[in-house]
């Protein structure tokens, strides 16, 4: 089956401008993460949800940043007026109802996003 | 959520086994620990998981002791397609708290 699909994979775009990143998780999983990646640095949570709502959001780093998931499938992060510091690698994740223990994150290929 | 400290680095060669031993001192009970792989320009990948003992799957096996503050990702015979970097989580579901991860190099 399909895995984690995001789109666009790169978007380079202006200091100040507004952006749009998609996941497209993988068919009936029910949690949906979203993660940034810089350079030599391992992913860093941002937000989490659970169907439709969101579950944790505390490491969204501020109010520019605000991701939706209306639906419960398809997520799209949003961040407004961009700075150069938002430049990193975008990555969703998606893992199955929770079957107990720890459960397995899939993840998509991220977006690289370049702020210029 | 525990934090975990693992080798920034490590070396070595086609056809070796390669261990990379995570530490969590501060492991909570409910916590699993699970290893995931990342290629550049790839998301991580799921490689293992556990809570105790040894688990071992088609890829890797895992090491945990007793008292569970450390564990050991054991790579039998290594390729030059294992080149990646390895994260050691803890965590008991929901968001997960990389590190900076273990560069495994593997030279021919």
């Known amino acids: 089956g399909a895995g984690v699909s995001q789109t666009p994979s790169n978007k380079v775009t202006e200091k100040g401008k507004y952006v749009e990143l998609r996941c497209d998780p993988i068919?009936?999983?029910?949690?949906l993460y979203w993660y940034r990646q810089s350079l030599g640095q391992g992913p860093e949570f941002l937000i989490y949800?659970?169907?439709?709502?969101?579950?944790?959001d505390s490491g969204l780093p501020n109010d520019r940043f605000f991701a939706v998931r209306p639906e419960g499938s398809v997520s799209t992060l949003k961040i407004q007026r961009t700075e150069r510091g938002d430049s990193a690698v975008y990555l969703c994740?998606?893992?199955?109802?929770?079957?107990?223990?720890?459960?397995?994150?899939?993840f998509g290929p991220g977006t690289r996003l370049t702020v210029l | 959520l525990a934090k975990t400290t693992q080798p920034i680095s490590m070396d070595s060669y086609e056809g070796q086994e390669v261990n990379i031993t995570c530490s969590h001192n501060?492991?909570?009970?409910?916590?699993?620990i699970t290893w995931y792989q990342q290629f550049p320009s790839q998301g991580p990948r799921f490689i293992i998981q556990?809570?105790?003992t040894k688990v071992t799957n088609e890829v890797a096996s895992l090491f945990i002791p007793a008292d569970r503050k450390s564990s050991t990702l054991s790579l039998p015979r290594v390729s030059l397609s294992d080149t990646a970097v390895y994260y050691c989580?803890?965590?008991?579901?929901?968001?997960?708290?990389f590190g900076t991860g273990t560069r495994l190099q593997v030279f021919p």
């Open positions: 556990g809570y105790k």
């Open positions: 501060n492991i909570a009970t409910n916590d699993y």
């Open positions: 989580l803890v965590g008991d579901n929901d968001k997960l708290i």
């Open positions: 994740a998606s893992s199955p109802p929770a079957s107990g223990g720890g459960d397995t994150q899939y």
């Open positions: 068919s009936g999983h029910t949690a």
């Open positions: 949800f659970q169907g439709t709502g969101a579950a944790d």
